[in-house]
C-alpha cells in the first residue's frame, strides 16, 4: 500500500530543499497551523495609533510600548494635538522606550507632516507613508498591512530577517534584500500573514541563541547549521 501521511510528504518537501513551490507551500501551511490568528500585537485604535506604537517599537518590545500608549494616546489622540505638543511633553511620556529623545521627535514630526500635508489622516500608500518622519519601509508595511489591508511590501523585523534566513528563504544581508527576496517567492496574498506568523514563531519558538527545534513544526523544514535538535 503506498503511503501518503503528512510526515512524508513534509519530509520529501524538505529534501527537494532550496525554494521549490511545495516547499515554501509546505512551510506556509506549517505556519497556518501553528498561527492560524497571528496578528500584530502592538495595541491600538487607528492607523494613527498603530504609526505611533509602531515607531516607538524600535528597539523596544512591544509589550513595553503597550503599557506606554495608553497615556500618550489619551494625552494626544490624533495628529492634530500631537503636532501641537512640546518635544519634552512626549519625551517623558516614552522615555521607558528607549531612544525616546530620537523617537520624540519622529512622532512629533510625523503628527505635523500629517496635518499639514495630509488633511489630518494616515496616507495609505508607501510612498506616501515613507515621507514621514519616522516611518521608514518596514514601519510602513505595518500600518498598510494591518489597518488597510494593503500588501505592498513584507515586514522584515528581526524576527523575520532571522527566520527567512534560518529557512533559506532569503540571503540577504539586510532587512531591505531579504524582504525583496521573500517578495519574489511569496504569494502577495500572503505577505501580510506571512510576517505574523514568523514574528509570533520566533517569540515563542525560534529563538535567536538556543531555538526550540524540538518544539518546532517546521523543523524538517529546516536546514539552519544552529539548529539545536534533528528528527
Not at 496616507?123 to 489597518?147: C, D, F, Y
Request: charged share 25%; with cysteine; proline share 6%.
Amino acid at each position: 500500500m503506498k503511503k501518503n501521511t503528512k510526515a512524508s510528504t513534509v519530509k520529501k518537501s524538505a529534501q527537494r530543499g532550496g525554494l521549490a513551490p511545495d516547499r515554501i507551500d509546505a512551510i506556509l501551511k506549517a505556519l497556518d497551523e501553528a498561527y492560524p490568528a497571528a496578528r500584530c500585537a502592538l495595541t491600538h485604535s487607528s492607523p494613527w495609533e498603530l504609526l505611533v506604537a509602531t515607531i516607538l517599537s524600535a528597539q523596544c518590545t512591544d509589550a513595553r510600548v503597550n503599557m506606554v500608549t495608553p497615556e500618550l494616546f489619551r494625552r494626544f489622540p490624533t495628529p492634530a494635538p500631537m503636532a501641537k505638543a512640546t518635544l519634552p511633553e512626549l519625551e517623558a511620556l516614552i522615555r521607558t522606550t528607549g531612544f525616546f529623545h530620537n523617537k520624540a521627535k519622529s512622532i512629533q514630526g510625523a503628527a505635523r507632516k500629517i496635518v499639514a500635508e495630509f488633511g489630518g489622516q494616515v496616507p495609505q500608500t508607501l510612498a506616501e507613508l515613507t515621507t514621514i518622519p519616522g516611518a521608514a519601509r518596514k514601519t510602513a508595511n505595518v500600518v498598510l498591512g494591518v489597518s488597510f489591508g494593503k500588501a505592498e511590501g513584507v515586514v522584515v523585523d528581526t524576527h523575520v530577517f532571522r527566520i527567512a534566513r534560518r529557512l533559506g528563504l532569503a540571503k540577504g544581508d539586510t532587512p531591505q534584500k531579504v524582504e525583496q527576496e521573500l517578495m519574489r517567492i511569496l504569494p502577495q496574498s500572503r505577505w501580510i500573514d506571512f510576517s505574523h506568523q514568523l514574528i509570533h514563531h520566533g517569540r515563542q519558538i525560534c529563538d535567536a541563541r538556543k531555538p526550540k527545534c524540538d518544539r518546532c513544526n517546521l523543523e524538517q523544514l529546516c536546514h539552519s547549521k544552529d539548529k539545536t535538535w534533528q528528527s
